[in-house]
């Protein structure tokens, strides 16, 4: 993606809607909306939108494991799969 080939300004947002849509929804690039000559606003389909969504959870997620890996908050994986088990027994004897 060329960034330059993404920046237009807010009157060619105006003008353009319809055709802005149907651009964004078939390339998926998102288009960069300026102001008086500053970016202002990042348009973008709801597919990609979503999947940036999920991909900044994922990272969130792993950040979050990465903390607990640092701050020695973890089991190792045979401990915590021996006692997956264990209590998948105790659900069955019930």
């Known amino acids: 993606m060329h960034i ?8 060619y ?7 802005i849509v149907k651009d964004l929804t078939d390339s ?6 300026t102001q ?6 990042v348009v973008q389909d709801v597919r990609s ?3 940036t969504q999920q991909t900044i959870a ?8 990465q903390k607990h890996i640092d701050q020695a908050e973890h089991e190792d994986g045979d401990t915590f799969f ?4 264990e209590l998948d027994r105790e659900q069955k004897l019930r």
């Open 4 to 11: 330059a080939d993404h920046i237009k300004p807010i009157s």
């Open 13 to 19: 947002l105006k003008s353009e809607a319809a055709q």
């Open 28 to 33: 998926g690039e998102p288009l960069i909306i």
């Open 36 to 41: 008086n000559g500053e970016a202002r606003l």
């Open 49 to 51: 939108y979503e999947a």
């Open 58 to 65: 994922l990272l969130k997620i792993l950040a979050i494991g």
């Open 82 to 85: 021996s006692e997956l088990d």
